[in-house]
């Protein structure tokens, strides 16, 4: 029974956190309020450590606190819970693209969808740069020099080409510490 409550909770957060995984920080104080299965306090913690771990941090937290909840199995059930609305929604969507996916209208606007799509990663693209190159009004010349570097790295320099992605965020973060970013 705990299991089947623990599903229709992180269902019913997954059905209706429309806009991220920091969307569905309502639903589970709320829970916590509701349940007792974990305090406002073990909720601060799930938040540090899904930031801090890879993925998303809806489905972080969902697994963090099935986990509090009832073990490994909780971890599993809450997360299924959370995706499992997202996993419908996706296959109705595709069932309607596919049926039309012939129509001039569903193709002209998927046409019309990529340069807006374009511009928005662009546009973050260029928020991040600007964030990260100017502290204020001034140039962050660290920064600068540490991307000029990476540029050099992957692109010039024949040795470093097809290393993972994890080698070049690693090489970022100790040369970040090295030199107090």
Known sequence: MMYLKLFLEFFNTGLFAIGGGMATLPFLYDIADRTNWFTRHQLADMI???ESTPGPIGVNMATYAGYITSGLTGSIIATLG???????????IGAFLYAFRDNKYVNGAFYGLRPASSAMITSAGLIVAHVT???GNNLN??????AVILLIFTHAIKFTRGLHPVFWIAFSAIVGIIFKF
């Open 133 to 135: 190159f100017l502290n």
């Open 141 to 146: 010349f660290k920064a600068v020099a540490l």
């Open 48 to 50: 540090a450590v899904s």
């Open 82 to 92: 959370l995706i499992t609305p997202s996993i419908i929604i996706i296959l109705i």
